[in-house]
C-alpha cells in the first residue's frame, strides 16, 4: 500500500507539472542560469545555505526540458514523503502513517502555486530530512559532540531547514531518553546553540544580509526580506507528521477516508494558491518562448484575463501563422497600440512577447532594450538562460562580437544552451555559416543598420522596417492593424499602396478588404462602384452590416460580424 500510495503520488505530480503546469517549470527555468565552474560553486559556499541554493539550481536547470522538469519535481515532493515515513519508522516505530505522509509534500505542492517560491525550499527540506534520518540511522552520529558540530555545518550548507533536524532529532531524544529533563535541556541548549550561530554568520560573517535572510533562509523565496507563512508551515508539518501516532488509521475506512480528506484538501489548495489570472500571463509568455503559435491562439480565444501582455502575444502568434490581416478582431485589443509592441513594466515576465516580436521584425537594438531590462528585473539578481541567450544572438548581428562572447562564455558553462552556445561562437564572424542560420540571416536582412532602434510612433516604426526590406510582411501587416486599432484611417489608406504595390491587389486580406470598403463608403461611393480589389463578398457583407446595425445594433455583438473592423469601429 505504501509503494503504490507513493507512486500515485509521484505520477500525479508528473502529469500536473508536465501537462497541467507546464509554465511553472518555464518559468522559473528562465530566471537563473546554472554554470558549471568552480567560481560558481563557491560563490554559493559563500553563502550560508548556498549549498541548497546551489542543489535547486542544479535541478532547476533541467526545467528547460518540461518532462524532464516534471520528474525531478515529482521526485523531489516523492521523496520529501517516503523520508517523512522512514523517519517516522525508524526514528519513532510508528507505521501508520501513509496518508498523512504526503502533507508536507502537498503543502510544497501547495505553496508553489506562488511564483515567487524559489525551489531551494524543496530542496532544502529533502536534504535536512535526509540528514535526519542518517542520523538516525547511524549510531556513531548519535553523540550529543557530534550534534553539536552537525548544526552549524548543516546550517551553512541548508539554511533555515536546518531547524527541521534539531527539532526532530531533539525530540527523538527526549522520548527515548532515561532522563527526559537533561535531554529537554540539550535540545533547548541545540536551539539556543543555533540562533548563537546564526547571531554570528549574521553580524562577524556575512554582514551583508538582513537578519530576517539569514534566519529565514537566502533564496528561499524570490523577493529579499519576505517570508511567507507557508514556509514555516511546511517546517512545522515536517516536524509534526512523523510524531502522529494514530493507531486509527490502521483501520482500512478510516485510511481510505484520511487519503480521500487529503486529495480534497490538495485539489483546493491548488484552485485557491494558483491564481488563474497570474498564470494566464506566465502561460502566454511560455507559449511564445516555445513557438507554440496556435496554442497561444486557442488559450487567449476563451483567455477570461485580457491584456495588453496577452494582446502582445496573441498579434504575434497572429503574424507568425500569416493569420493577422484576416483575424485581428476575433481577439480582444485592450491593449491598443501597446498590444503589439508593449510598454516595459519592471516585472519579471510582462516584455516577454514584445522582445520575441521585436526579434522577429529585425528590431534588434529593441531585443537587447528588452532583454536587459527584463534580465535587470529579476528580484533576486539572477542571470537568465533566455535572455542571455537573446542578447548574444543581438551582439551577433550587430557584429560586435567581443560583448557576445561574454554572454556565450555564461551559457557553454551550461548544459541545455551549451551546444548553441558553441554553434553560435563558430558562427562569429563567417559569413558562409551566418547565412546557414534561417532565422539570423532573415533577420540580418530585415534590420536597420543605422542605430535605429525605437519610436512612439509605432506605425511609422513599422513602416521604416518595411521600407528598408520589403520582405519583412509582418511589419507592414503590424503598420496596417495599428492604424485600425486606433482607427487611423487616414494613415492605413496612405499604407495600401505600398502593401498592394508589394503583395498585389488579389485576395486582399479581409480586414483590410472591409477598412477599405468602410473609407470608401463614408466618403459617398456606392457601394458596387468601389475599387474591383474590394470582393463583391465584402460589398454584399458591408450592405448586410449598414441593414443590420440600423435595425438593431445590439444584434452585432454575436454572429456574423462580430469579428469584424464595422463592429469595432462603430461600436467600441
Given at each position: 500500500?505504501?509503494?503504490?500510495?507513493?507512486?500515485?503520488?509521484?505520477?500525479?505530480?508528473?502529469?500536473?507539472?508536465?501537462f497541467?503546469?507546464?509554465?511553472?517549470?518555464?518559468?522559473?527555468?528562465?530566471?537563473?542560469?546554472?554554470?558549471?565552474?568552480?567560481?560558481?560553486?563557491?560563490?554559493?559556499?559563500?553563502?550560508?545555505?548556498?549549498?541548497?541554493?546551489?542543489?535547486?539550481?542544479?535541478?532547476?536547470?533541467?526545467?528547460?526540458?518540461?518532462?524532464?522538469?516534471?520528474?525531478?519535481?515529482?521526485?523531489?515532493?516523492?521523496?520529501?514523503?517516503?523520508?517523512?515515513?522512514?523517519?517516522?519508522?525508524?526514528?519513532?516505530?510508528?507505521?501508520?502513517?501513509?496518508?498523512?505522509?504526503?502533507?508536507?509534500?502537498?503543502?510544497?505542492?501547495?505553496?508553489?502555486?506562488?511564483?515567487?517560491?524559489?525551489?531551494?525550499?524543496p530542496?532544502?527540506?529533502?536534504?535536512?530530512?535526509?540528514?535526519?534520518?542518517?542520523?538516525?540511522?547511524?549510531?556513531?552520529?548519535?553523540?550529543?559532540?557530534?550534534?553539536?558540530?552537525?548544526?552549524?555545518i548543516?546550517?551553512?550548507?541548508?539554511?533555515?531547514?536546518?531547524?527541521?533536524?534539531?527539532?526532530?532529532?531533539?525530540?527523538?531524544?527526549?522520548?527515548?531518553?532515561?532522563?527526559?529533563?537533561?535531554?529537554?535541556?540539550?535540545?533547548?541548549?541545540?536551539?539556543?546553540?543555533?540562533?548563537?550561530?546564526?547571531?554570528?554568520?549574521?553580524?562577524?560573517?556575512?554582514?551583508?544580509?538582513?537578519?530576517i535572510?539569514?534566519?529565514?533562509?537566502?533564496d528561499?523565496?524570490?523577493?529579499?526580506?519576505?517570508?511567507?507563512?507557508?514556509?514555516?508551515?511546511?517546517?512545522?508539518?515536517c516536524?509534526?507528521?512523523?510524531?502522529?501516532?494514530i493507531?486509527?488509521?490502521?483501520?482500512?475506512?478510516?485510511?481510505?477516508?484520511?487519503?480521500?480528506?487529503?486529495?480534497?484538501?490538495?485539489?483546493?489548495?491548488?484552485?485557491?494558491?494558483?491564481?488563474?489570472?497570474?498564470?494566464?500571463?506566465?502561460?502566454?509568455?511560455?507559449?511564445?518562448?516555445?513557438?507554440?503559435?496556435?496554442?497561444?491562439?486557442d488559450?487567449?480565444?476563451?483567455?477570461?484575463?485580457?491584456?495588453?501582455?496577452?494582446?502582445?502575444?496573441v498579434?504575434?502568434?497572429?503574424?507568425?501563422t500569416?493569420?493577422?490581416?484576416?483575424?485581428?478582431?476575433?481577439f480582444?485589443?485592450?491593449?491598443?497600440?501597446?498590444?503589439?509592441?508593449?510598454?516595459?513594466?519592471y516585472n519579471?515576465?510582462?516584455?516577454?512577447?514584445?522582445?520575441?516580436?521585436?526579434?522577429?521584425?529585425?528590431?534588434?537594438?529593441?531585443?537587447?532594450?528588452?532583454?536587459?531590462?527584463?534580465?535587470?528585473?529579476?528580484?533576486?539578481?539572477?542571470?537568465?538562460?533566455r535572455?542571455c541567450?537573446?542578447i548574444?544572438?543581438?551582439?551577433?548581428?550587430?557584429?560586435?562580437?567581443?560583448?557576445?562572447?561574454?554572454?556565450?562564455?555564461?551559457?557553454?558553462?551550461?548544459?541545455?544552451?551549451?551546444?548553441?552556445?558553441?554553434?553560435a561562437?563558430?558562427?562569429?564572424?563567417?559569413?558562409?555559416?551566418m547565412?546557414?542560420?534561417?532565422?539570423?540571416?532573415?533577420?540580418?536582412?530585415?534590420?536597420?543598420?543605422?542605430?535605429?532602434?525605437?519610436?512612439?510612433?509605432?506605425?511609422?516604426?513599422?513602416?521604416?522596417?518595411?521600407?528598408?526590406?520589403?520582405?519583412?510582411?509582418?511589419?507592414?501587416?503590424?503598420?496596417?492593424?495599428?492604424?485600425?486599432?486606433?482607427?487611423?484611417?487616414?494613415?492605413?489608406?496612405?499604407?495600401?499602396?505600398?502593401?498592394?504595390?508589394?503583395?498585389?491587389?488579389?485576395?486582399?486580406?479581409?480586414?483590410?478588404?472591409?477598412?477599405?470598403?468602410?473609407?470608401?463608403?463614408?466618403?459617398?461611393?456606392?457601394?458596387?462602384?468601389?475599387?474591383?480589389?474590394?470582393?463583391?463578398?465584402?460589398?454584399?457583407?458591408?450592405?448586410?452590416?449598414?441593414?443590420?446595425?440600423l435595425?438593431?445594433?445590439?444584434?452585432?455583438e454575436?454572429?456574423?460580424?462580430?469579428?469584424?473592423?464595422?463592429?469595432?469601429?462603430?461600436?467600441?
Amino acid at each position: 500500500m505504501k509503494k503504490l500510495s507513493a507512486l500515485v503520488f509521484a505520477l500525479a505530480a508528473f502529469v500536473f507539472w508536465a501537462f497541467v503546469r507546464p509554465e511553472w517549470l518555464n518559468f522559473h527555468e528562465q530566471y537563473q542560469l546554472f554554470q558549471f565552474s568552480t567560481e560558481y560553486l563557491t560563490d554559493y559556499l559563500a553563502l550560508p545555505g548556498g549549498m541548497a541554493v546551489y542543489a535547486s539550481e542544479f535541478l532547476v536547470q533541467f526545467f528547460y526540458n518540461t518532462y524532464l522538469g516534471a520528474f525531478v519535481v515529482a521526485a523531489v515532493l516523492c521523496g520529501i514523503a517516503i523520508l517523512i515515513e522512514k523517519i517516522a519508522r525508524r526514528g519513532f516505530n510508528i507505521d501508520n502513517l501513509t496518508p498523512l505522509n504526503f502533507v508536507p509534500s502537498i503543502l510544497i505542492w501547495i505553496y508553489s502555486g506562488d511564483e515567487k517560491m524559489l525551489f531551494t525550499l524543496p530542496t532544502a527540506v529533502l536534504l535536512s530530512l535526509s540528514a535526519t534520518y542518517l542520523f538516525i540511522r547511524a549510531e556513531k552520529l548519535k553523540s550529543t559532540y557530534i550534534q553539536i558540530a552537525a548544526i552549524p555545518i548543516l546550517y551553512w550548507l541548508i539554511g533555515y531547514c536546518v531547524w527541521i533536524f534539531i527539532i526532530i532529532i531533539g525530540v527523538r531524544n527526549i522520548i527515548l531518553s532515561t532522563d527526559r529533563l537533561k535531554a529537554f535541556g540539550m535540545l533547548t541548549a541545540h536551539v539556543l546553540y543555533c540562533i548563537g550561530v546564526q547571531f554570528f554568520v549574521a553580524y562577524v560573517v556575512t554582514r551583508n544580509y538582513p537578519l530576517i535572510d539569514i534566519f529565514c533562509g537566502i533564496d528561499y523565496y524570490s523577493e529579499r526580506m519576505t517570508i511567507p507563512f507557508w514556509q514555516h508551515l511546511i517546517a512545522i508539518a515536517c516536524v509534526l507528521i512523523p510524531l502522529c501516532n494514530i493507531k486509527l488509521l490502521q483501520k482500512t475506512w478510516a485510511f481510505y477516508t484520511a487519503a480521500a480528506l487529503v486529495v480534497a484538501a490538495t485539489v483546493g489548495g491548488i484552485i485557491t494558491k494558483y491564481d488563474a489570472a497570474r498564470y494566464s500571463f506566465i502561460k502566454v509568455d511560455y507559449l511564445v518562448r516555445t513557438g507554440q503559435w496556435d496554442a497561444v491562439l486557442d488559450f487567449c480565444k476563451d483567455n477570461k484575463y485580457p491584456s495588453e501582455f496577452a494582446a502582445t502575444g496573441v498579434n504575434l502568434a497572429l503574424a507568425m501563422t500569416g493569420q493577422l490581416p484576416d483575424r485581428l478582431f476575433e481577439f480582444n485589443q485592450m491593449g491598443g497600440p501597446a498590444g503589439f509592441i508593449s510598454r516595459f513594466e519592471y516585472n519579471s515576465f510582462s516584455c516577454g512577447p514584445t522582445a520575441e516580436a521585436c526579434y522577429q521584425l529585425g528590431l534588434i537594438n529593441s531585443v537587447l532594450r528588452y532583454n536587459f531590462d527584463m534580465q535587470s528585473a529579476i528580484i533576486n539578481c539572477k542571470n537568465s538562460g533566455r535572455f542571455c541567450k537573446r542578447i548574444a544572438e543581438a551582439y551577433i548581428l550587430n557584429q560586435r562580437y567581443d560583448v557576445a562572447q561574454r554572454y556565450l562564455n555564461l551559457l557553454k558553462s551550461t548544459i541545455f544552451y551549451r551546444s548553441w552556445a558553441l554553434q553560435a561562437e563558430a558562427s562569429m564572424g563567417n559569413e558562409e555559416l551566418m547565412q546557414q542560420n534561417a532565422d539570423w540571416a532573415r533577420i540580418d536582412r530585415m534590420r536597420i543598420r543605422n542605430g535605429y532602434n525605437f519610436t512612439v510612433e509605432t506605425d511609422r516604426m513599422m513602416m521604416a522596417l518595411f521600407d528598408h526590406c520589403n520582405e519583412n510582411k509582418m511589419a507592414i501587416d503590424y503598420a496596417l492593424c495599428i492604424c485600425l486599432i486606433n482607427r487611423d484611417l487616414k494613415s492605413f489608406i496612405a499604407y495600401m499602396p505600398y502593401y498592394t504595390k508589394a503583395y498585389g491587389k488579389a485576395n486582399l486580406p479581409r480586414i483590410y478588404q472591409q477598412a477599405y470598403a468602410w473609407v470608401c463608403y463614408q466618403n459617398g461611393y456606392k457601394i458596387e462602384n468601389m475599387p474591383d480589389f474590394i470582393s463583391e463578398q465584402t460589398r454584399k457583407e458591408l450592405k448586410d452590416f449598414n441593414y443590420a446595425y440600423l435595425l438593431n445594433p445590439k444584434s452585432l455583438e454575436r454572429g456574423r460580424f462580430a469579428n469584424s473592423f464595422w463592429k469595432y469601429i462603430v461600436m467600441n
